[in-house]
């Protein structure tokens, strides 16, 4: 995990002193903190009322709360809001956009789930109370609490996942427009929206799942995980094979002039680094060099 920038450790401290444990500015949930400052309203009613300066201090906790998850939303981990849907629940939606990745949501049930890049999570405001069910259009990874009672479902668009315990990637569209799951601990179920195919997966195979088939295989892919750690591991891969890496990972947009250059090998690992600093290490280690237009990498030989 990256460590946090001051800025970072700052907002923490001062959201840690207003609402505890609302201060880990990659883990934001917001019933929580809105949630200790009703508390507060119905704990001291008459002081707040009748005492000014609680009054005054009141709002000022109010505005600081309010200011410092608007910041921690505009450092770029992406938002989370709120939209009403009928009087009994509210629809609270988390999403990422193109340059945004490794949001973490927290779950009234101690469950995580952390968000890849141009993604959207929706779920209602009384998650947990009756049913633990959740809709995902994008990649994200899921940490379950175990709840025998209240299995965990995913509406994937395509397909639907449903677990207990456990915890698993799930891409709601991969490269030919199938739902793909992959699990690294416990069981998931993997299910067709009519109901009459299933899979059961279990740590390290992959599953697909669409209206019209299924299919499971074992994980052969060091990097299947790599958008979430960032760290990627190579023994004499194409640079084809990195290119696309990279483009997941790091959203970087990599073109070879020459068809020929793709056909180099990397063995050396990527690990948290900047697409500049990339770029330079795979120019020369290969003799090239490279133009950027736009988001675009060109890479030629020199």
Known sequence: MKEKTN???LIGMELEKLAPGVSDTREIDIDRAWNKVYSRMDKEPATLLLNTDSQVFFRSMFMKIAAGILVLIGLGIGSIYIVNSDSLSKTIIASTGDDQKNQIVSLPDGSFITLNRNTKLTYLSNFGKKSRQVSLTGEAFFEISADVSKPFTIDAGKASVKVVGTSFNVITDNAVSEVEVFVTSGKVMLYDNSGKR????????????DSN????????????????TEKLEYNGQTLHIVFSDLKRVYNMDIKADDPSILDNTWTSPIDIQSRDTIIR????????????????YHLSKK
């Not at 795979?282 to 675009?296: A, P, R």
Request: net charge neutral.
């Open 198 to 209: 299933d899979l059961t997966l279990v740590p390290g195979d992959i599953g697909t799942m």
């Open 281 to 296: 290490l795979i120019c020369t280690s290969f003799n090239l060099s490279y133009s950027k237009d736009g988001n675009v």
């Open 7 to 9: 800025k970072e450790k």
């Open 213 to 228: 088939r299924s299919g499971k295989t074992l994980n052969q892919d060091p990097n299947y995980m790599s958008w979430n």
